[in-house]
C-alpha cells in the first residue's frame, strides 16, 4: 500500500460514504469554479519557479547497485510532461489533479484505481524494475518520478532528464509520504487540494486509532505463491501499527523489505486478535489462491478467524 492508497484503505475501515444527488446546474457552476481555481493555482505556481525539489529520502539501498544517493534537482519552469514510475506517487498526482501525466510503467499490475493509465493516451515506460530507456528518451520528459525499484537506473535515467526521488522510507514511512506529497503540492500549485486530502486522511486516521484500541494484539503478513512472511512494527508495513494504531502481537520479527518467513503454525502460536494479510501474488498480477489457503485449519483456530478480524 503506497501514498494515496494510505487514504483508501483508512477511509474503507472506518467510514461509511454516503452520496447526495445535486440539480445538473449546481453542479456545472462548481465544475467551471474548479477549473478557474485550477487555472489560478497552475499560474500561481508557475510564478514560484525557478525551483529546487529535494528528495523524499537522500538514498536507498539496492541489491543491484548498492547504495544510492539521490540529489537535490532544480527546475526552471513547471514540468509539463511527466513520466511517473512509483504507483503510490501516481496516485498523489492524480488525487491532486494534475495534468501532465505521458509516460507510466504499464507492464507491471496497475492498481485497479489507476486502470485508466493503461491506455494508448499514455505511453508504455516498462516495468516497475526495467525502464524501457529509448522509448523515456523518445518522448522527451520535463521530469521523472522514481522510487526505490528504478534506483539501479537512476544514473542512466538522470541522463534523459531531470529525476525526482519520491519513495518513501521504511524507517519513516508517514513523514516521507508527507514529503512526497509536498513535492507534488509545490511543483503543480496544488496546495490548497493537498491540505485538503491530509486533513481527510487525518480525520479518517482518528477513527481507525479508536477502532485499533479495542484489539489487544494484530499481525501484519504478506502471501505470496502460497507462502507467508510476516513483518513488525519496523517494516515497509509498520505503519498499520505505528499509525493505524494496531498493537503488534510480537516485536520478534527480523526486518526486511519481503519479511520474515512465516508458517501457519507460527500465526496460530502468536494468535493475533487481528490479523492483516497483504496479497502479493494478486499485486503483481498473478494467479491467487489466498482465499483457499487462509481457510486452512489452522488459521481457523486463531481467535482472528473466529472473530472475523481477519483483513485480506
Request: glycine share 8%; aromatic share 10%; net charge negative.
Amino acid at each position: 500500500m503506497k501514498k494515496w492508497k494510505l487514504a483508501s484503505t483508512v477511509l474503507a475501515l472506518s467510514l461509511a460514504l454516503t452520496a447526495c444527488g445535486n440539480d445538473d446546474e449546481a453542479t456545472k457552476e462548481k465544475a467551471n469554479d474548479t477549473d478557474v481555481a485550477g487555472e489560478q493555482a497552475t499560474s500561481e505556481a508557475a510564478g514560484q519557479y525557478p525551483m529546487t525539489v529535494s528528495p523524499t529520502t537522500a538514498s536507498t539501498e539496492s541489491e543491484e547497485a548498492g547504495t544510492v544517493n539521490f540529489e537535490d534537482v532544480t527546475f526552471d519552469s513547471m514540468p509539463e510532461k511527466i513520466v511517473v514510475f512509483d504507483y503510490g506517487f501516481l496516485d498523489t498526482l492524480d488525487a491532486l489533479g494534475v495534468e501532465g501525466i505521458v509516460g507510466v510503467p504499464q507492464d507491471s499490475s496497475l492498481p485497479e484505481s489507476l486502470k485508466e493509465y493503461a491506455s494508448d493516451d499514455y505511453v508504455n515506460v516498462g516495468t516497475l524494475k526495467e525502464p524501457l530507456l529509448e522509448d523515456i528518451a523518445e518522448i522527451g520528459p520535463d521530469v521523472i518520478y522514481i522510487s526505490g525499484r528504478q534506483a539501479p537506473y537512476y544514473e542512466e535515467l538522470s541522463e534523459i532528464a531531470p529525476v525526482v526521488f519520491v519513495g518513501t522510507s521504511q524507517d519513516d514511512y508517514w513523514n516521507s509520504f508527507l514529503a512526497s506529497v509536498d513535492v507534488a503540492a509545490k511543483m503543480f500549485g496544488k496546495e490548497d487540494e493537498a491540505k485538503e486530502q491530509i486533513a481527510k486522511i487525518d480525520s479518517a486516521l482518528e477513527e481507525v486509532k479508536t477502532v485499533a484500541g479495542n484489539y489487544g494484539s494484530s499481525l501484519v503478513t504478506m502471501y505470496n505463491e502460497g507462502k507467508l512472511s510476516g513483518f513488525a512494527s519496523n517494516s515497509r508495513f509498520g505503519y498499520i501499527y505505528d499509525i493505524y494504531g494496531f498493537k503488534p502481537v510480537t516485536e520478534d520479527i527480523a526486518s526486511s523489505s519481503h519479511g520474515s518467513n512465516f508458517g501457519f503454525e507460527a500465526i496460530l502460536e502468536f494468535n493475533p486478535e487481528v490479523l492483516f494479510v497483504i496479497d502479493r501474488t494478486a499485486a503483481v498480477g498473478g494467479q491467487s489462491n489466498i482465499e483457499k489457503d487462509m481457510e486452512n485449519q489452522i488459521i481457523q483456530k486463531t481467535q482472528a478467524y473466529k472473530n472475523k478480524k481477519s483483513y485480506i
